[in-house]
C-alpha cells in the first residue's frame, strides 16, 4: 500500500519524456547546423594559416574532446584506479 502511494507521488522529470529528449537533441542539431553555416559568413582574424579555414574550430573542438576521452581512459584512468578490495 505505502509502495503504491510513493509511487504516485514521485515527481516527473523534464527528461523522464522520451518527447522531450527528442526535442532538446532536435534544438541542438539545428543549433550546431546554424552555427557550421555561420561560420562561413563569419570573418576571421587568424594567427596561423589553419585558423583561417573554414570549420577550424569545429573541427579542432571535436579532435580534442576525443583525444581528451581516450587520455582519461587509457592513461589516467590506470593511475587512479583501485582494486576492488582496496578499502577493506
Not at 523534464?14 to 557550421?36: A, E, I, Q, W
Not at 576521452?69 to 584512468?77: D, N, T
Request: hydrophobic fraction near 45%.
Amino acid at each position: 500500500m505505502n509502495r503504491e502511494i510513493e509511487t504516485k507521488e514521485e515527481k516527473e522529470h523534464l527528461f523522464d519524456k522520451p518527447r522531450n529528449v527528442k526535442r532538446l537533441l532536435g534544438f541542438f542539431y539545428t543549433l550546431l547546423l546554424l552555427l557550421l553555416i555561420i561560420d562561413f559568413f563569419i570573418h576571421k582574424h587568424p594567427y596561423s594559416p589553419w585558423e583561417g579555414s573554414p570549420q577550424f574550430y569545429a573541427v579542432f573542438g571535436f579532435v580534442v574532446c576525443v583525444a581528451l576521452i581516450f587520455v582519461a581512459k587509457y592513461i589516467l584512468r590506470p593511475i587512479v584506479k583501485r582494486k576492488e578490495d582496496y578499502y577493506d
